[in-house]
Nanobody, 124 residues
Framework: QVQLVESGGGLVQAGGSLRLSCAASGRTFSSYAMGWFRQAPGKEREFVGTISASGGSTYYADSVKGRFRISRDNAKNTVYLQMNNLKPEDTAVYYC?????????????????WGQGTQVTVSS
């Protein structure tokens, strides 16, 4: 059984930084792309970024490009989301997800395992 466990969320002031982690188990982590999504209250879950299985390719939503960075450590079965220059509109529950392919993907339908989410709140 695949498990994804996020950590690192919290409350931060605008302009601050947080690093989220997602630890994976129950699957060959290095064979699959990973993604980060977020969901604000009353809104749809939206794509944040994705990283290929090897870690050699990343892609981000325009809203976070230049501020967020995804990385992974396949030896530790962990993917990270470094978030800098946070804005109040980044407030959401953040989810990591494991894709069905080694290539990064923006489509929710291409992710078959999800974590429970971690809350990020950015105060103005």
């Amino acid at each position: 059984q695949v498990q994804l466990v996020e950590s690192g969320g919290g409350l931060v002031q605008a302009g601050g930084s947080l690093r989220l982690s997602c630890a994976a188990s129950g699957r060959t982590f290095s064979s699959y792309a990973m993604g980060w999504f977020r969901q604000a209250p009353g809104k749809e879950r939206e794509f944040v970024g994705t990283i290929s299985a090897s870690g050699g390719s990343t892609y981000y939503a325009d809203s976070v490009k230049g501020r967020f960075r995804i990385s992974r450590d396949n030896a530790k079965n962990t993917v990270y989301l470094q978030m800098n220059n946070l804005k109040p509109e980044d407030t959401a529950v953040y989810y990591c997800a494991s894709a069905t392919t080694p290539l990064g993907t923006v489509l929710r339908m291409n992710y078959n395992y999800w974590g429970q989410g971690t809350q990020v709140t950015v105060s103005s």
